[in-house]
């Protein structure tokens, strides 16, 4: 495996369900990311980790719940979640730069996820 | 509130032309820029990142940057069919967190065979 994983592609579950979401990197990056992509919305940033410890979280509701056992596994458990929450969740990492320096992000393939 | 304008397009152009993507943003201090590019029903792939003022050149794409009027822009030269994508322009926060992109809706191009 190359690059960074997710799994499942797609996903339907229902409103009262509990369900995961993975991500795994195997490029030997720092930081790992989720992201939402909707329809019509920006890219929107919910979590990040580096080096497994949280240094974001984007007033992302407690429905959703990142856990990252270490830098190259992230999780986004999913709980009673709404209808809105339908969307596209990427994650992604990077190598971190210090200073003014930027981050690259390479993406995963993506979650679809529908709720009912 | 960032933000990241883009025109959402379509933006169409013949094969062999010149596709100009424009992006403004409003963090006067952000230092870094990037753009993406996803292709539907894929994952965003950079492209480019520039962060000096000026132009910065990839094969046939060029990023612009002028940061006194808080624009960005990528010319694609000689555009394929293979570049019909949405690009996606993003900034990088200039507050204290290392990881904040602030991503624009993006630019859906078409190249027109």
């Known amino acids: 495996e190359t690059g960074v994983t997710q799994t499942p592609r797609h996903l339907v579950m229902g409103m009262t369900n509990k369900k995961s979401l993975k991500c795994e990197q195997h490029l030997g990056h720092n930081a790992m990311y989720w992201y939402k992509q909707s329809a019509k919305k920006p890219l929107e940033l919910m979590f990040v980790?580096?080096?497994?410890?949280?240094?974001e979280n984007n007033s992302v509701p407690s429905r959703f719940s990142p856990e990252c056992p270490n830098s190259s596994h992230l999780f986004l458990h999913l709980h009673t979640l709404q209808p809105e929450d339908s969307a596209l969740y990427l994650c992604a990492s990077s190598q971190t730069r210090g200073g003014s320096g930027a981050n690259v992000l390479t993406f995963g393939a993506g979650s679809r996820l529908t709720v009912l | 509130q960032k933000e990241v304008e883009q025109n959402s397009g379509p933006l169409s152009v013949p094969e062999g032309a010149i596709a100009s993507l424009n992006c403004t943003y409003s963090?006067?201090?952000?230092?870094?820029f990037f753009w993406y590019r996803q292709y539907s029903g894929k994952s965003p792939e950079l492209i480019m990142f520039i962060y000096s003022n000026g132009d910065k050149e990839d094969g046939r794409f060029t990023a612009q940057l002028n940061k006194a009027s808080q624009y960005v822009s990528l010319l694609i030269r000689d555009s394929q069919p293979s570049d019909s994508a949405t690009y996606l322009c993003?900034?990088?926060?200039?507050?204290?967190?290392?990881?904040?992109?602030?991503f624009g809706k993006g630019t859906l191009l078409t190249v027109n065979p």
């Open positions: 980790y580096n080096f497994k410890e949280q240094t």
């Open positions: 963090d006067r201090g952000s230092q870094s």
């Open positions: 993003a900034v990088k926060d200039s507050g204290g967190s290392n990881y904040k992109l602030t």
